[in-house]
């Protein structure tokens, strides 16, 4: 299931082409356990185009991981 957008948190920040990008999403172990909290991460680039889209790869199989080296300056 697709969260609305109205639930999704957006943030931005400017790159130069060759940087090296990671993000993660930490949930507390209790929560996890008791809860449906599923985060996702996608990354967009500089024209809004999604890029990179990730559920559950992080090591503990329940929170997202991306990492990725930018292609363009923006």
């Known amino acids: 299931t697709v ?3 109205e639930t999704a948190d957006f943030y931005s920040f400017s790159v ?3 940087d090296e990008l990671t993000a993660e999403t930490f949930t507390p172990f209790d929560v996890a356990l008791s809860s449906s909290l599923d985060p996702t991460l996608e990354l967009f680039d ?6 990179l ?3 559950n790869s992080a090591a503990d199989g329940r ?3 991306l990492s990725h080296t930018a ?3 923006g």
């Open 3 to 5: 969260a609305p957008i």
């Open 16 to 18: 130069n082409a060759g």
């Open 46 to 51: 500089p024209s809004g185009s999604s890029i």
């Open 53 to 55: 889209f990730d559920d």
């Open 63 to 65: 929170n997202a991981f």
């Open 71 to 73: 292609t363009q300056t």
